[in-house]
């Protein structure tokens, strides 16, 4: 039988944009399942190096699939093509967007069983959407903080894994701080340059801090730079990033003026990202609602080399077709080579753009090897080499 939900959500994607922020929120419930290991501990060994703590997740085939642990996610999410691919029951349908924004109909299915690391998961509920088309590629799913709500879930980035234990935190110790579950969001106060503001500490952000952008005018800011808009469900958010003259305080640590981005609209609340904990042991109990922060004994993160970043904006969504540029960024590698908006590109590397898949795209796009592109603009063929 199916049920009809209403569900409030906002994806934000990092392709364009310094602060990659990426968040949902949420009105019902959230849509977990029983999660399950032996002995005291569950590892879930991360799938690689990126700032996004990603993990495999085996849907009963032995295939391995990328998702996104998310601490600002409080519902699960999978492509919808790999839900039709796997023919997984749908079981009711939901609304999802940015808050404020239009809503788009999303189904939710049922995934029986699946594994990820040590633990196995029965009957947990996801909701589908492009997540592929999103994510360029990169990531097939997201699993919400929720799933694991009966255990301490700690990211021990510097070691690689994301532990489940049966174990609790303590106010009293050093380092931990109570949270604000208000939207199943895990809201703590900081301190910036003094100012109290509710932040989200939120994995599946690439970036580091942000602020409403209503803040941009009270701060000791550096001037602001325009860094293009951020991608949400259902509309878009205008980003800006400047240097914070001062400090941000939360849980014992200082950051000494950290680059900030700012959003605009904005919820009024800030934004703690995976750049900013990648050096510490991160515990979320939820139980409690208690979440700490200490050191890493493995010592700092070492993520992988940053994706080169072109500067494109294309129309509609890249893979499977021919890929038309809707606009340029202002200094960005794609307008120094001489590409300009509305260019056409026919051949990357000697094969038509229709013939990639959107993550072979983004592999090329992200890499540091050589492109070769033949464009066209208005109407007469143009070759273009990118280094």
């Known amino acids: 039988m199916r049920d009809s939900r209403k569900l409030t959500a906002g994806l934000l994607v990092a392709a364009l944009v310094l602060c990659g922020q990426h968040s949902w ?20 060994a991360l799938a690689d190096k990126q700032v996004h ?79 592929l088309g999103f994510t360029r590629g990169t990531t097939k799913g997201v699993l919400g903080t929720g799933l694991f709500g009966d255990y301490l879930l700690t990211f021990d980035r510097g070691a690689g894994q994301i532990i489940l234990s049966r174990a609790t935190l303590s106010a009293d110790d050093a380092g931990v701080l109570p949270y604000d579950s208000e939207g199943s969001q895990i809201g703590i106060e900081i301190l910036v340059a003094g100012s109290p503001l509710v932040a989200h500490v939120d994995t599946g952000s690439m970036g580091r801090f942000t602020l409403p952008g209503e803040m941009m005018a009270s701060l000791p800011v550096s001037e602001t730079q325009s860094t293009g808009q951020a991608r949400l469900v259902g509309g878009n958010r205008e980003i800006k990033t400047a240097t914070l003259d001062g400090t941000i305080q939360f849980a014992g640590l200082q950051f000494e003026n950290p680059d900030i981005a700012f959003m605009t609209p904005s919820s009024g609340t800030g934004n703690i990202g995976s750049a900013v904990m990648l050096d510490y042991v991160v515990s979320i109990d939820q139980q409690n609602h208690l979440i700490s922060f200490k050191e890493s004994p493995a010592g700092k993160f070492l993520a992988a080399k940053k994706p080169r970043r072109l500067g494109i904006q294309f129309k509609g969504m890249p893979g499977g077709s021919v890929l038309t540029i809707a606009s340029v960024h202002s200094g960005s590698i794609a307008e120094q080579a001489g590409l300009k908006s509305g260019d056409v590109l026919l051949i990357l590397n000697g094969k038509p753009t229709e013939q990639y898949e959107m993550a072979e795209l983004a592999t090329l796009f992200g890499g540091d090897s050589v492109l070769n592109l033949e464009v066209e603009r208005d109407g007469e063929a143009r070759n273009i080499e990118i280094k």
């Open 53 to 131: 703590p990603r993990v495999n997740v085996e849907l009963g085939d032995n295939a391995q699939h990328q998702f996104i642990v998310d601490t600002g996610a409080s519902v699960n999410v999978i492509d919808v093509t790999i839900a039709q691919s796997y023919g997984f029951e749908v079981i009711g349908e939901t609304e999802i967007g940015a808050p404020g924004g239009p809503q788009i109909a999303a189904d939710i299915v049922r995934i029986p069983l699946f594994s990820v690391g040590d633990a196995v998961v029965v009957d947990a509920e996801f909701v589908t959407m492009d997540i």
């Open 25 to 44: 929120a949420y009105e019902t419930t959230a849509y977990t399942g029983e999660v399950t290991f032996d002995g005291d501990t569950a590892i879930l």
